[in-house]
């Protein structure tokens, strides 16, 4: 069994930055690609960014390309997103998901495993 633990959301202003933390535990974090989702209130979960197995490749929706970096330290079991210029509308939990097999991907039934959600509000 998997278990992710999101931490490090809170209240900011806009043009903050923030980083989020995800602490895995149960399989070896270091095989499997890693993603970062949010979901607003009344809207779907939607792909933020996403990490292959080594941390070599990235990748990142249109919306946060520029302003947020995805990162892991395998020794450490975690992985990172960096928030930089926050806007109002990046107000919303974020998930982080573990791939078991294959590359990483954008959709959220890519993933088989999911942390609990950090709360993430950006104010104007």
């Known amino acids: 069994q998997v278990q992710l633990v999101e931490s490090g959301g809170g209240l900011v202003q806009a043009g903050d930055s923030l980083r989020i933390s995800c602490v895995a535990s149960?399989?070896?974090?270091?095989?499997?690609?890693m993603g970062w989702f949010r979901q607003a209130p009344g809207k779907e979960r939607e792909f933020v960014a996403a990490i292959s197995w080594s941390g070599g490749s990235t990748y990142y929706a249109d919306s946060v390309k520029g302003r947020f970096t995805i990162s892991r330290d395998n020794a450490k079991n975690t992985a990172y997103l960096q928030m930089n210029s926050l806007k109002p509308e990046d107000t919303a939990v974020y998930y982080c998901?573990?791939?078991?097999?294959?590359?990483?991907?954008?959709?959220?039934?890519?993933?088989?495993?999911w942390g609990q959600g950090t709360q993430v509000t950006v104010s104007s």
């Open positions: 998901a573990l791939k078991v097999y294959g590359t990483s991907g954008e959709s959220p039934g890519d993933y088989d495993y």
């Open positions: 149960g399989r070896t974090f270091s095989m499997h690609a």
